[in-house]
């Protein structure tokens, strides 16, 4: 079984910066690998909608609302994914999700969840 983690959400300002990150880990002695991934987020009373994705060789695919202010990568060893967060606006507020295709030596690859972070943006 994998977990899959996220961390490094928070209260900020308007104009600050976050990293959030999403690490994949298992007991069963299994190399871990994150092929592709996803933050997606929820603001109260809204979807979840995609925020930023990476797969394969890191191809990377944005919001049109993120564009240039957040950058989604992996990490050196491929079982963390990172989302850098830059210029924080009341508008990004919400609890964010990772979504992530793991590989496991053991067993193979599956889709996960992660439980999610919330950010706070205060204007």
């Known amino acids: 079984q994998v977990q899959l983690v996220e961390s490094g959400g928070g209260l900020v300002q308007a104009g600050d910066s976050l990293r959030l990150s999403c690490a994949a880990s298992?007991?069963?002695?299994?190399?871990?690998?994150?092929?592709?991934a996803a933050w997606y987020r929820q603001a109260p009373g809204k979807q979840r909608e995609l925020v930023a994705s990476?797969?394969?060789?890191?191809?990377?695919n944005y919001a049109d609302d993120v564009k240039g202010r957040f950058t989604i990568s992996r990490a050196t060893g491929m079982h963390t994914v990172n989302l850098q967060m830059n210029r924080l606006t009341a508008e990004d507020t919400a609890v964010y999700y990772c979504?992530?295709?793991?590989?496991?030596?053991?067993?193979?690859?599956?889709?996960?969840w992660g439980q999610g972070t919330q950010v706070t943006v205060s204007s």
């Open positions: 990476i797969t394969g060789e890191s191809p990377t």
């Open positions: 979504n992530a295709e793991v590989w496991l030596s053991m067993t193979g690859t599956r889709s996960y």
């Open positions: 298992t007991t069963t002695g299994s190399i871990v690998r994150i092929n592709q």
